[in-house]
Each structure stands twice: as C-alpha cells, then as structure tokens.
T-cell receptor
Framework: EDKVVQSPLSLVVHEGDTVTLNCSYE??????LLWYKQEKKAPTFLFML????IEKKSGRLSSILDKKELFSILNITATQTGDSAIYLC??????????????FGQGTILTVHP | KAGVTQTPRYLIKTRGQQVTLSCSPI?????VSWYQQTPGQGLQFLFE???????NKGNFPGRFSGRQFSNSRSEMNVSTLELGDSALYLC???????????FGQGTRLTVV
C-alpha cells in the first residue's frame, strides 16, 4: 500500500524566516508527487513533480523531488503570515487501478507569527 | 475559468438519514474524485469517476456510493448516516485522473 510521511507535523516561525517541509513516500509505481496548501477548506494546488532533480518555483515557494531517495522538499523563503496553512503532500501511483487516487501525508501545519 | 463547485457547503443530518452531495468539475475535466477529511485520518480517497464510470474505489463501506452524469457532474451519497461520518467531503477535478487535481471548497457534514 502506498504511504506518504510528512515532517515536521507542525512548525512555528516568524515572518521572514525560511522553512523547509519534508515529504517521504513509498509507492509501488511512482507517477507524480503533488504539493497542496490548505487554508480553510479547499486544498490549493501548488506543484506537481514527476522528474528527479528539477526544481519547480513559484514566487517564494519552490520544490524538488529526489526519486532515488524517495522524498521531496517544499521551501518557503521570506515567510509571511499569509503562508500559515496546512501543507499537504500526495503521491499518484502509476498502477492501472490508481486512477484519480491521491495518497496524502498527514500534512504539516505551518504557523507564521508577525 | 470556473473552479470546482461543491454544494451544499454545510449540512446537518441525523443518524440513520441519508445525504447527497454534489460536485461540478472544471469545464473540460472528465475525472472527479471524492475524499473524506477528518482530523484523525486526514484525507482519504473514496472513489473516482471518469466518463460516468467508477474506475477506482477506496476502502469505505457500501453505504458510500456515487455516480457521474454525462456533463461530468458527480454526486456522492451516504446512506444510514453514522456519527463517524461527520467530516469535510472534498471533490477533486482532473482532466484524466492521473494529472494534477483541483479541489472544491468541500461540504462540511455534521451527523448528530
């Protein structure tokens, strides 16, 4: 069974700090890894990673995948209070019975204080 | 481009009742997946529909069912509600079911 583990489970920082969120996974046939930000209800899509070593960037957020070591990191630089949220990591199995199924980690609760 | 729309946003039901939730995916997307989110279990996959066919199902009892219409809108039904069914139900829209998925705002179901 696919498994995703995120760390840390919670993190408290001050505005301006840089944070690194971790996601390790076990999946039978890896297709992709996705990062989401969940503030109130709807998880918002951040990145989809399929290839090892290629960094995806969007403003102050960036993410990279290591398919050999089976993990991904999400970096947030110069954090702002608006970055406070739950960050979710999910994997997609390439197996034929995995359509539409994202396997999620527990999430990292990030709190950014002014 | 309109996002994923879920209705209703909130529901309060009594044990033993049944409930139907609705999800309209992003225009052009044919895959709709449903998830249950609870504080203890996180986000858990319920099932996925593509072109009116259920292609995948998670480990939930038969009380949880769904369907998809020809316009890709999907409904999820839970019969004989239990207190433990109280959760945030999220649907996700994807073009094929193996690409990035976009979530709706969810339906908060409370069973009393």
């Amino acid at each position: 069974e696919d498994k995703v583990v995120q760390s840390p489970l919670s993190l408290v920082v001050h505005e301006g700090d840089t944070v690194t969120l971790n996601c390790s996974y076990e999946v039978t046939n890896f297709r992709s890894l996705l990062w989401y930000k969940q503030e109130k209800k709807a998880p918002t899509f951040l990145f989809m990673l399929t290839s090892s070593g290629i960094e995806k960037k969007s403003g102050r957020l960036s993410s990279i995948l290591d398919k050999k070591e089976l993990f991904s990191i999400l970096n947030i630089t110069a954090t702002q209070t608006g970055d406070s949220a739950i960050y979710l990591c999910a994997v997609v199995d390439a197996g034929g019975t995995s359509y539409g199924k994202l396997t999620f980690g527990q999430g990292t609760i990030l709190t950014v204080h002014p | 481009k309109a996002g994923v729309t879920q209705t209703p946003r909130y529901l309060i039901k009594t044990r033993g009742q049944q409930v139907t939730l609705s999800c309209s995916p992003i225009s052009g997307h044919r895959s709709v997946s449903w998830y249950q989110q609870t504080p203890g279990q996180g986000l858990q996959f319920l099932f996925e529909y593509f072109s009116e066919t259920q292609r995948n199902k998670g480990n939930f009892p038969g009380r949880f069912s769904g369907r998809q219409f020809s316009n890709s809108r999907s409904e999820m039904n839970v019969s004989t509600l239990e207190l433990g069914d109280s959760a945030l139900y999220l649907c996700a829209s994807s073009s094929t079911g193996v690409t990035e998925a976009f979530f709706g705002q969810g339906t908060r179901l409370t069973v009393v």
